[in-house]
């Protein structure tokens, strides 16, 4: 640890961040941030403010936390923060999984101060699973894409469509363009209002929430939830209401077999998974059956997942390259869903 004299401006008080008096802003008085966050201690209004560094008018564990990031050289100024954490999807949570000081990214991972994305790669029913987990403060990081730029458009590779996105991380979609029936609504904008009735449905709302129906759902009762942005009608979705796995599925019995996978995971808004599961490869990857990729999220400790397009279209792609190993090098597709840093607009443009 490398502790630093604490500034004034950055807290609005002569002690910012400084509880303990001693100078520097330090591990230490993180501890008693969360001591007082957990009402095992009691701290007057001079250090209250000074606690307060996420200028929330309120001590709890994120004030903590920005002040470990402080005195770690993860954070220059606790005025970094303005702006990023009250707006965003889930409040003042996970700031340390998020980089300050500029974009870091390795083989395995992705940060900035918006956007953060890790990578494990799984060994699993005797296949090779890749699980991107994502954390994103503002929804419209989370875009898709259409093939050649423009809705129908002539088909284009994941890679091709993540690197003209500028994509963080990119998966597969649903293949829209060979299904006669919707919906279909990306970055907001509604391109079909049709449903299919025959097929589960995946909807991403504005404020951040992925919700999965089961087919039979009506457009009233999609538009009931809220404003929708994106939608997926592929299937079938993977967990229960309660978050469980499920072992019966509303789909094409041909799909059910073991096949590579691509498929999108929720956890709360802000914070989801993209998986990509190769298979059809002797040797080194089998694939998983669609119960498998249902446990695989349950495991994972999704509350909502939703299976896309698989078999040879299943690929991801970042920015270093194809990730995984397609199947027979995989096919062109119609769409992409990916993680780009945010726009702030919800309708976002190609």
């Known amino acids: 640890m490398l502790p630093r004299p604490a500034l004034a401006e950055e807290a609005g008080t002569a002690a910012g961040g400084d509880l303990n008096g001693d100078g520097v802003v330090s591990a230490a008085d993180a501890a008693l941030v969360l001591r007082a966050a957990d009402g095992l201690m009691t701290i007057d209004g001079a250090r209250c403010a000074a606690a307060d560094v996420t200028g929330s008018m309120s001590v709890n564990e994120a004030d903590a936390t920005a002040i470990l990031l402080f005195a770690t050289d993860r954070l220059s100024a606790f005025s970094d923060l303005a702006g990023k954490l009250s707006g965003a999807l889930f409040g003042e ?3 340390d999984r998020f980089s300050y000081q500029g974009t870091v990214m390795t083989a ?12 494990r790669v799984l060994r699993r029913d005797e296949s090779v699973c890749f699980v991107m987990d994502i954390y994103i403060r503002d929804i419209t990081s989370f875009r898709t894409a259409f093939s050649s730029g423009e809705y129908r458009g002539k088909r284009e590779s994941v890679l091709d469509m993540a690197e003209r996105n500028e ?9 829209y363009s060979y299904r006669g029936e919707g919906p279909v609504v990306r970055n907001g904008v509604w391109y079909k209002e049709s449903v299919d009735d025959r097929m589960d449905i995946c909807v991403l709302y504005r404020d951040g929430r992925l ?3 089961e087919k039979g759902v009506t457009l009233e009762q999609i538009r009931a939830e809220g404003e929708a942005y994106q939608s997926w009608v592929f299937g079938p979705m993977l967990l229960d209401a309660e978050g469980h796995a ?10 059910l077999a073991t096949n590579p996978r691509a498929a999108i995971g929720y956890y709360e808004p802000g914070h989801y998974c993209f998986v990509l599961v190769d298979g059809r490869q002797s040797k080194y990857s089998k694939g998983m059956t669609m119960q498998q990729l249902s446990q695989l999220f349950e495991d994972l400790g999704c509350t909502a997942a939703y299976n896309l397009d698989g078999g040879q279209t299943a690929v991801m792609a970042s920015k270093l390259g194809v990730v995984n190993r397609p199947y027979d090098g995989g096919r062109t597709t119609s769409d992409i869903v990916y993680i780009g840093e945010p726009t702030g607009n919800a309708e976002a443009a190609e």
Do not use: E, L, P, W
């Open 246 to 255: 499920m072992t019966q599925f509303h789909c094409n019995k041909g799909i």
């Open 93 to 95: 949570r996970y700031a």
């Open 211 to 213: 919700v999965t129906f």
């Open 167 to 175: 994509a963080i991380i990119a998966i597969n979609g649903d293949f």
């Open 108 to 119: 395995t991972s992705y940060r900035s101060d918006m956007v953060s994305v890790s990578k």
